[in-house]
């Protein structure tokens, strides 16, 4: 267990390092540098003073050298310096990510919440106008856009009805706790709604599988009701697959957040990302990646943790080559 | 028609009919716009957010262009990234996965971990880095770069790099269990090559899935498509599409939250018929797949 644990550590790891070189030479190709966007700002600079600024940030040296560079920094906790806010990268990151964070974490609280009682109703008659209804509504929840969906219930709830604001994440009085719970409303109902779809669905099939196993018909037999039936033995084992589709969903939800906060005007690390490269902050845009990217590794691997947990049967050995 | 329309429901009839009227539509935009006598580029600043009306049946945007034309216009440039995307990507995935499946072993392995990385990974940080590339730097011409056609390519290209792991998943499901068969056996025992006994025998008998996985990833590619214009780093106006048109309908949402609606409603109904059809496809050709009816176009299973 332990050896497997250290393999994926490891693993993830390497996608991490490949990952920062693969985008520090995309960056590298984005747009303008550094030092384009100081001479647009200031018309008395030399062509001498270019050059001189050139060498002060390394960038008259080769790309494989700046990324080295740049790593050995980062891995000593340098991870550089913002353009867009002034600002140490890391200071942002630290500010952005809770953010982040508690947005992701409710929904995905809000979608197991809607997702268990939509699937148990759903899988009690398959086929049934509640199951046909609840296949419908997932449909639409995969389907739709999500930064579609954040417009129509801006324009439902913030325009046409006005009980929601429309984005930002503190009222202009500074309210209290009520007043932050209410700018998260829509966000969260945006970012979960795909993710509850995607639950249902999976949920669904695995309890009607699971209703059709010999150990419900022995529960059954035995003479316990369709409710403990149902919540107490086919549940149960229809949860694993859903622990393994929450690890693999999780680069969804923060994809998610990225359309989410931009849409809500939610400082988050999605937000951060995005006008981090709209704005060439190479730097934020780099390590704001990357972190996204660990995130994701490290949720996969929890869920692949949390399997190995609840399924006795499963067993993990590092596997050769792997 | 009626025994197509037996098989795959009349949910999946439905999707497919919109689907059809969708293109239609937009394959006659300039018909319409002849039969309106509007142009659909005519910018009418004292127009501007009209209402609908006889002359504009969906009334006016924010520069007074007629928004139905736009919304053809639009179709097709959604439409076809769609299709070519989710073609493109279905190829690599196709490619991929019949390798993973007819070679097994450590190549499965590798190309499997490899897709699972991509899905795992949150997608839509890494397409924006892609797609905010300078293609200058890469040496193109600063006009060949700003072209519609080098834009468009550009777009099906990032999509298609993304949108490949679920094909290459069912591909290589069925790739594995085809090569264990005996029409398989048969034809390396005559001495063809891997390449020509993967190639010729394996994979037309795979065509069911890879239907459906290029079905599904019709879906898929539209919504990456319509965020990423949405976003500002897709199609670029003041060419149109049902994503792009989203961008300026946010800052006039208190204004006229009617142009918000259109675009999304053509970009949901396409993305649901495409979703509904592709799993009734699913049902239809596999019927071991009728009792799960599972499975999602999120996520690549």
Redesign the interface.
Known sequence: MLRYLAGRIVQALV?LLL?SAA?YV???????DPIDLMVGADPRITSQDIARLKALQGLDRPLWERYLHWLGAALHGDLGYSRLYTQPVLDIVADRMPRTLVLIGLALAVALAVALPAATVAARN?GGIVDRGVNLLC??G???????LA??L??VFA??LGWLP?GGTVGAEGGGLLDRAAHLVLPVATLAA?SV??YT??L???L??ALGEDYVRTARAKGLSERVVTMRHALRNALLPVVT?L??????L???A??TE??FAQPGM?KT??DA??GNDYNL?LV??LV??AA??LG?LAADLAYARLDPRIVYRAEP?? | MSAIVRRLGPGASLAAAILVALALAAAAAPLVERALGLDAEAVDLFGRLAPPSAAHPLGTDELGRDLLLRLLYGGRVSLTVGVVAAVAAAAIGTAIGLAAGYLGGRTDAVLMRFADGVIALPLLPLLIVLAAVDLTKLGLSPEAAASETVLLGRLVVLVALVGWPTTARLVRAAALSLRRREFVEAARALGFSPLRVAVRHVLPNAAAPILVATTLAVGNVVLFESVLSFLGLGIRPPTPSWGNMLTGAQELIWESPRLAVWPGVLIFATVVSVNLLGDALRDALDPRSRRRAAGGARGGE
């Open positions: 996608v990952l985008t995309l960056l590298g190709l984005m747009p303008g398959p449909f639409a995969i389907s739709v856009p999500p930064f579609w417009l129509i801006i324009i325009v046409v429309a795909a779809a995607a669905r999976h669904r099939a695995a009607i599988e589709l690890g693999l969903d999780l680069g969804s923060v994809s998610g990225l359309v931009t849409m999605g990302i995005y490269v709209m845009a704001g990646l996204a990217a994701t590794l996969n080559g792997a």
